[in-house]
Structures are given as structure tokens and as C-alpha cells.
């Protein structure tokens, strides 16, 4: 369904993020008709750049960053003529004129402001907006990631955006929840009366959420700053974490599901202190040489002044959720850079059945397993007991009943941005963050980060290339159960 005209405002508009996401993202949903020539993206930054510049840097973005056998030449030029540029520096007056100019007074055309600029600008950013009345009071405002390095953090830029911005104007996006497959889950459980009832400590042993990447991280220059627990942790996976455990909100309406999220957040148990070393594990990739490979440690990848980092590139932990639904079942989550392969995916380990008439089978049954693969091959497994076919007596054999979404769906399957981006002209804050569900993440995770900070221990070391320390294995071994992927 195609979307109201908008004046979508980029700050950061020759960033990254810009070019890699926003503008492949956007050029999609146009291609697929979602919004025509009645919108228009304006780019402001502080390069001296023309509106032929910013066109350039559109299709240029459009070359590198979206498949070929999407690019359409034809559509590229209709599309790169809806991009204008301003050049503007917060303190730059001129640039906030030139801005409202070129913004339509209509109030049929959505305004957004998309933040892609360091956090520590969101505010005199928002000031300027509203001193320039270039802020409207149905205007939408996006931001992202980093925001915050810890609660204190966060709370003075949300408190700083929200001096100009009321939270229902406020889009703070983890693109995880953009993701198809993530969404997959709320469908999965609520749209499916198969599941839900046995979703519970009453039927499910533990969870497993994993997302590994084979991609090492020295040399991104925010890495070092950040690490595993507030890259990744903090955000992307206390939301999978949230979406597995929730309970079923009443309507798809913004407040009803996050209202849940946050419960869950709520429910986490502190890992404080003394059970910080027992219940969390960071480990920071090594490198490997061998005949036919040769990876550089994150030591090695680092700028000669951050040498001796003890920064994790990977994290394993067991959370607990101290609620009726979850008591006793350890969520298990580990995340990390230059593992064996990329997989981000959750595994829910049922518990075994209460008794067996198997006895005399070959084979003992082995509890069912939900795997539901985020990427890639995108796809929902679950593991079943069969009758191996033939003759020969009872033989039990496992096998997964599979959907796989690439054999099921001929559709291009959209990327994060596209949905999220669009959801913002939409006014849907359904897949984005409210501000009380960040501070509760922060809260958890903070006192794991200062007790590591405290500890004299350095993070473990792991080989690239493998699925992280020895201690992410004795973590989950310990209580008697081993990574999905061991098995
Ligand atoms: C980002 C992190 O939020 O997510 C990166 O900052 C990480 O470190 C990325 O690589 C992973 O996203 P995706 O969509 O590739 O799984």
C-alpha cells in the first residue's frame, strides 16, 4: 500500500549509513511503488555538495549497494530526481533557512527528520529545528545506535531529544526488529494456536540464541569503544529475547507490544557481582595462519594506540526471566565476530517426553527442538522423532519437518531498512524502541559491564574462525546441556 508524500530530512547524508542502507532501502520501496515523485529525500550535511552531487552519490549508492538484477536505469533516474541537498552545520544559521524553504507547509506531507549523525548532535540538532520552525508537532524523528554506552548515557540524549520531541514522535530503530524473519516470530507464535500452549517451563527446557558473524571488527573504528555487550547484547538480542518470552499483547498496537517487551525486561534477573563470572563469558578473537588461511587477531587489526584492548568480540550468557511463564528456563545467548560461519538464529530445546515405550527401539527419542533460522537461508525447523520406513522393528530417527523460506517464497525478501523506514511515514512505532524498554536493557547490562571492568581477568581468547572460547562451552555444559550446533 503506497504511503502518504513525505519530506523525509537525512542528517549525515553522506555517511555510511546513508549510502549502504538508507538510500538502497528507499530506492527498493520506490522501484516497488510504495511512494512516487511526490516525495522528496532531502540530504543535509556539511559538505559543500550540489543536488547533482547528492544525485551522483544516490546512484552511486544504487550501484554499489543493491543487486544488479534490481537496478532498473530508468527507475534510478526517477528516483535520484526526488533528492535535494542543504548545506548545513548545526551552528550554521543559513543552512536552517534554506532547510524550511525547501520543505513543503503541507500538512498532508509527512515530515521526518532521520539523525544519521553521532548522538552527541541529536540535540542541538532538535534545537535548531524548533527555533528555525522547521519542527512540526506531527513531524517524526529518527535515531539510532549507539545510543547511550550506558543508562546514564542514554538518558541524557533521550532527555536531550526529548526537550523538542514527544516520545510518540520518537523513532529509535534496531534494525533487528525490521528484519522478516524476526517478525516471523510474533506470526509464529500468535498467529498459530500450535505453539503457545506449550510455550512455557512447563514444556520447554531452555533457549539458545545465537548471532554469530564471520566478520572480525578491529577495524571498524567505533568497535573498540563498544564491544560485544553494548553492539549487540544490549539491543539486538534483549529484543529476540523479548520477542521468544513475551506474553501475547493484546493488539499489534505499538504501546500493547512494547508495554510487553518491557515487562519481560523487567523480569530479567540482575547478574551481579559474584555471579557475573559465573553466568557470563566475553572472549576476543585470535589470529590464525595455516597454509591456506591467514586472519589477523583484533590485536592485530587495531590502530597502535588501542593495543592492549581488552574489548570483547564475543559474549555468551545465561539469562534468567523471573516470571510465572519462565521460571527455571535459562535463555542462553552468545554473540560474537570471526566465528566459524554467519547464523543468527534461536533454538528452543523442548523438554523430553515423561516416559518411553521405546525400550526396545533402536534409537532413544531425543526432545523436540524449534530452530528458527534468522540468516541466512532463512527458514523454521522443527526436530521430530520418526519411524525410520522399513522393515527391521522400531528404528527412531530424528529428522526436522523444514520451511524454508527460499523454497517456499519467490519473493525478494525485503532488508531491515526498507520496512522501518517506511513504517516511520506510516506513524507505526510498533518495530521500534520506546524509550523506558532501552533504559531497562541499559539496566541490566550495566552491571555486567562494570564487573568485567572491575575484574583483573582479560576476556578469554578464542581462535578466529570457531564458535568462541572454551568458556562459552562450559557455561551451557555446566548445567548439563551443549550449543545446538555441537550436537
Ligand atoms: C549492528 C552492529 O547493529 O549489527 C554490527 O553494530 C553488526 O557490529 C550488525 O555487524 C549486524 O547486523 P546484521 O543485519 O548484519 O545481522
Redesign the pocket.
Known sequence: IPVQPFDYVVFGATGDLTKRKLIPALYHRFKDGQFDENSRIIGVSRSKLSDADFQNAARDAITQFVEKEYQDAAVIERFVNIFSYIINDVSNKAGWGDLKKALRDDPEVVRAFYLAVAPDLFEPIAEQLSKTKVYRRDARVVIE?PLGHDLLSSMEINDGVAKIFEEDQVYRID??LG?ETVQNLLALRFANTLFEPVWNSAHIDHVQLT?A?S?G?GT?GY?DESGALR??IQ??MLQLLCLVAMEPPASDDANALRDEKLKVLRSLKPITNGDVAKMTVRGQYKGVSSETTSVASYQDELPEEKKGSRTETFVALKAEIENWRWSGVPFYLRTGKRMASRV?EIAIQFKPIPHSIFDHAEGAPKANKLIIRL?PDEGVKLMMMIKDPGPGGMRLREVPLNLSFAQTFSERTPE?YERLLLDVIRGSQTLFMRRDELEAAWKWVDPIREAWERSSEPPQSYVAGTWGPSGSHALIERDGRTWHEDE
Open positions: 545506535k534494525h533487528y528484519k548471532v558473524e566478520v571488527a571498524r568497535y553492539d549487540m539491543n539486538h543468527s540468516q531491515a
